[in-house]
């Protein structure tokens, strides 16, 4: 019979490595705390509206990549494709307005998009993300930056490098955009086809098109941060002022527009030399339109989100993955064999009293040999063996022994002492 495989473009994280995810969700969690996150878990699915309100209609990821489906009840409910539009929803939802502002959340979750999967990009991705709404300085936006910069540092991460931009606000922009496309209209027939399908209604997004002749054409474009408004320019100077006093470098990128129609002024992405053609460790931007056009107050926004496939593809690229590469290896502290079937019950107890101390205790469930139940404990890495019994032919009540695996030594011990033994072997 065929056997039933994973949907293309998901993935099995399996012991060894999830050990290493698990890493990274403690470093997250500790970075978050440090600046003052707090964790929110929004629902997998959402409403489909709320992404076609928040995203934009026109972008590639309502487009094109959402799993979108009718309920039972024939409802459209998405799978999340991204986690800053279900933030603003329970923003609003759950009255955080009320709240003292900024209000500071971070999630760690799976999203869903239909992309076609390569190296580093999946259909199924893992998101680490923080928002803070409610407050626009731009003290924020450089905390946003900060953020990934300070969690890549404490992964080991290098060769990373952050793009900026401001890409100004409902005053400014559509004159820029005005500007672009008379720039971009008349070199359309250079464009790649879909670049110059979306010229009219997009023209931002011709900006980041990776196609060689799309990027010829783009190359002395007009900029965005060359039209702001007062406000927005402002804003980025003091941006760009508390980066520089941060001593957080980056380059000015004028074609950094990012994919979702929610971001005013800043966006930014965090790109990695490490990883191939999806470089992308982390993006993000302020938002200070979204929780409104989701019919919210008028609530100022920004954040970053980062990738954590991509996280751990370029911190084990650097050999910083640390942790055990092989599920199969390593993972017990101690073992507990039992020398004859008569001392297997025994062993059950020995096993509990020691998991109680809070080591890691494994023991034999099969009646395996004990010769083959030492192997099984070399193999799962334990450091310490309790034998109850000394030979196949011990009795219940006679002496165990703890020994000390990898310098061969070991001693006799009763019931009351093997715990400290055990203890002392293992310190
Ligand atoms: P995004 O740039 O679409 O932004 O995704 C954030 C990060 O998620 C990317 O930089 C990348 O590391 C990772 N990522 C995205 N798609 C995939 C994929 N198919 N496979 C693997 N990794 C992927 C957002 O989602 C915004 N919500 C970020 C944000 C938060 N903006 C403001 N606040």
């Known amino acids: 019979m065929a056997t039933v495989k994973a949907p293309r473009g998901t993935e099995d994280v399996l012991p060894g490595r999830s050990e290493q995810w698990s890493r990274l969700e403690a470093v997250t969690r500790e970075v978050m705390a440090s ?46 494709p991204e986690g800053t539009a279900p933030v603003a929803r329970a923003y609003i939802e759950h009255g955080m307005k009320l709240w003292p502002q900024p209000v500071k959340l971070f999630y760690i979750g799976p999203m869903f998009r239909y992309e076609r999967p390569q190296a580093g990009r999946l259909r199924q991705h893992y998101q680490i993300g923080a928002e803070a709404l409610g407050c626009g300085d731009p003290a924020l936006d450089a905390e946003a930056i900060l953020l990934p910069i300070e969690l890549f540092r404490r992964l080991g991460l290098s060769g990373f490098s952050v793009h900026l931009n401001s ?44 196609v060689p002749t799309c990027r010829a054409v783009t190359e002395a474009a007009p900029r965005s941060f060359d039209y702001l408004c007062d406000d927005c320019r402002v804003h980025f100077e003091t941006l760009q002022g508390h980066l520089g006093a941060l001593g957080v470098s980056y380059t000015l990128d004028p074609r950094l527009v ?24 982390a993006g993000g931007g302020r938002y200070d339109g979204l929780v409104e056009s989701l019919g919210g107050p008028p609530t100022p926004g920004v954040g970053f989100a980062s990738g954590m496939e991509r996280a751990m593809l370029a911190a084990s690229s650097a050999g910083k993955a640390g942790g055990i590469e092989d ?20 062993a059950l107890l020995v096993t509990r009293r020691l998991r109680e101390q809070g080591w890691r205790v494994e023991t034999d469930y099969e009646g395996r040999s004990l010769r083959a139940q030492l192997r099984w404990a070399d193999r799962a890495g334990a450091r310490v063996a309790v034998i109850v019994g000394e030979e196949e ?35």
């Open 35 to 80: 600046y003052g996150y707090r964790e929110i878990r929004t629902p997998v699915f959402e409403h489909t509206e709320l992404f076609v309100r928040g995203a934009g209609e026109a972008t590639d990821v309502v487009e094109k990549e959402m799993y979108t489906f009718a309920d039972r009840s024939g409802r459209s409910i998405t799978l999340r």
């Open 167 to 210: 890409i100004g606000c409902p005053r400014c922009r559509p004159a820029y955009r005005e500007r672009l496309l008379e720039y971009l209209r008349p070199r359309a027939a250079q464009l790649c086809e879909s670049c110059q399908r979306r010229l009219e209604r997009s023209p931002l997004r011709v900006l980041d098109c990776k």
């Open 258 to 281: 990012r994919g979702f129609d929610y971001y005013t002024r800043t966006v930014f992405e965090v790109l990695s030399d490490q990883l191939g053609a999806q470089n992308a460790l």
């Open 327 to 346: 599920g199969r290896a390593g993972w017990i502290d101690v073992y507990v064999a039992s020398a004859a079937p008569a001392r297997r019950r025994e």
């Open 393 to 427: 032919t011990s009795e219940p009540g006679d002496p165990m022994v703890v020994r000390h695996l990898a310098r061969g030594e070991q001693q006799r011990a009763d019931d009351a002492q093997v715990v400290a033994l055990v203890g002392r072997w293992l310190a």
